[in-house]
């Protein structure tokens, strides 16, 4: 028996790992069953689509064209006169009928979410190829207060993560494989890409993909100082893995303008020729595509520039600066509701609250990696494992590169949009990890793989004591102070 275990420990890791991944995910998603934070506009966004009215809006449109997707397939809502929600672009709990469903419209960002895993638990399979140390911080990612309740919604970042992780594993995999690179990992490659960017133009980073791919590719070259050759190599490289992101991004959009048969009661951005195209049925033209293409990227930039900067001055105010996510500055209380049983005050919290086991450890991981690339590239020191070494360095510098991006943002931020880079920092933290004991997992030392386990086991009780906050749980005033742990988090009571 424990031979069978041991010759399909993959297997049995991957299966657990999607199970529990279903488990955190999926059960109740649909509650709380009113609208919070941006599902406002994204289901407006979808319905829009559902019902085939034009509308523009300063994301890309494949997350809501999902989203739209899922709610006509499961059609709950089909008896529902939602008319009113093409009408706004920010659906008012007023306008929501009595026994309306999220289901339909959250299946999209939950499922992805709960299924990204496999991409992850690949990720560092492929490039540790220690089944332990994959599966043990799979469940990491896996049981992060923020990342569940934000993803367990209408919102975007549960399905643009599915593409992020998918991007990373086709890069770990090109690597990683016996094989050379082929002008095939390119394009795979940019496809993920397209996708994640075609949810949100945060995705941008990844870019920085095709410069480690064509790096590891090229590595002999380089070395070499060949400049033919890598000029040689380049010229088919760009083409291949830009072409196939440039037409996901554009065949989105194309499926987008085309299912904008009619005018709203908004014209947006669109021109007086956009708007006779829509008027004459010719949306799916390559006129309309063209025009329209154009009118929303108008559009975007006219958003983008009416943005209000941070205050944190003022009252209520839910962003933060980047520099403070990391440690979870600031926490936002998404909606609550408030009940009074026996005399006692009970508040359901629906607040995005870190794990603090899982960031404050991503923090130090970095930390280390940081001290370990400086030991290296500015002392010279040598390093005892160079593949996994470069592999800590392409994650930290991910990580670092969004964070330089985002602080260059002058826009009112918040703090999930941390998400992103906080997977590159777990993925970065195994590395680490596996890095220090490299010896003891190689060799199945049973201390370290019991550390390991104890880690876990320390995230998952984190998460349970926090799964109030994430799964709207009624507490009392006691109860909520036992989880204020830190001021800088400025959890607000419900009184």
Not at 276 to 297: C, H, M, W
Request: net charge positive; aromatic share 16%; charged share 15%.
């Amino acid at each position: 028996m424990l031979k069978i275990i041991k010759k399909h420990c993959n297997s049995i890791y991957i299966g657990l790992v999607l199970i529990l991944s279903l488990l955190v995910y999926l059960p109740y998603y649909g509650q709380p069953d009113a609208l919070f934070w941006d599902e406002n506009y994204h289901i407006a966004s979808a319905q829009k689509y559902i019902d085939g009215v034009m509308y523009m809006e300063p994301h890309p449109p494949l997350g809501k064209l999902l989203m739209a997707g899922s709610e006509a397939i499961l059609g709950l809502n089909g008896e529902f006169d939602k008319s009113s929600f093409t009408r706004t672009d920010y659906v008012k709990g007023e306008q929501v009928p009595s026994g309306f469903s999220y289901y339909g419209y959250r299946l999209p960002s939950t499922l992805l979410m709960a299924l990204s895993v496999l991409f992850f638990y690949g990720v560092v399979k492929r490039i540790s190829r220690n089944t332990h140390l994959a599966a043990a911080f799979s469940c990491v990612y896996i049981l992060d207060n923020a990342m569940v309740i934000h993803s367990r919604s209408a919102m975007l970042e549960g399905i643009q993560m599915f593409f992020i992780l998918g991007a990373i594993y086709w890069l770990a995999r090109s690597i990683e494989k016996a094989k050379k690179i082929l002008l095939r990992d390119y394009a795979i490659l940019g496809i993920f890409i397209g996708l994640a960017f075609s949810v949100k133009v945060n995705a941008a980073v990844l870019l920085l993909l095709f410069v480690m791919l064509y790096g590891v590719d090229q590595w002999e070259n380089i070395k070499r100082w060949n400049f033919t050759a890598l000029l040689k190599r380049l010229a088919v490289t760009v083409p291949s893995g830009v072409i196939p992101l440039v037409l996901v991004v554009l065949a989105v959009f194309y499926v987008h303008i085309g299912l904008g048969t009619s005018m709203g009661s908004k014209n947006y951005s669109a021109s007086k020729e956009y708007q006779q195209l829509i008027k004459e049925g010719k949306t799916f033209s390559p006129a309309a595509f063209v025009v329209g293409l154009r009118d929303n990227y108008i559009n975007m930039s006219k958003y983008a520039d009416g943005v209000p900067r941070l205050d944190v001055c003022k009252a209520g105010e839910n962003g933060s600066s980047a520099i403070g996510w990391p440690i979870g500055n600031k926490t936002i209380n998404y909606r609550w509701n408030k009940n009074t049983i026996d005399g006692v005050v009970q508040v359901q919290y629906h607040n995005i609250v870190p794990n603090p086991v899982v960031w404050f450890s991503v923090v130090a991981g970095l930390i280390l990696s940081v001290g370990l690339m400086i030991s290296h590239f500015i002392y010279r020191n040598p390093v005892a494992q160079p593949k996994l070494f470069y592999w800590i360095t392409a994650f930290t510098s991910l990580y670092i590169s969004y964070m330089i991006a985002i602080l260059q943002i002058e826009r009112v931020m918040y703090l999930y949009h941390y998400l992103v880079p906080l997977v590159f920092g777990i993925i970065n933290l195994s590395l680490v990890y596996q890095y220090i004991f490299y010896q003891p997992l190689a060799q199945g030392n049973r201390h370290a793989l019991a550390n390991l386990a104890a880690f876990v086991g320390l995230v998952a009780f984190v998460f349970y004591i926090f799964s109030p906050f994430t799964y709207s749980l009624p507490i009392t005033e006691a109860e909520f102070n036992l989880r204020n742990w830190f001021t800088f988090w400025k959890l607000e009571l419900v009184r």
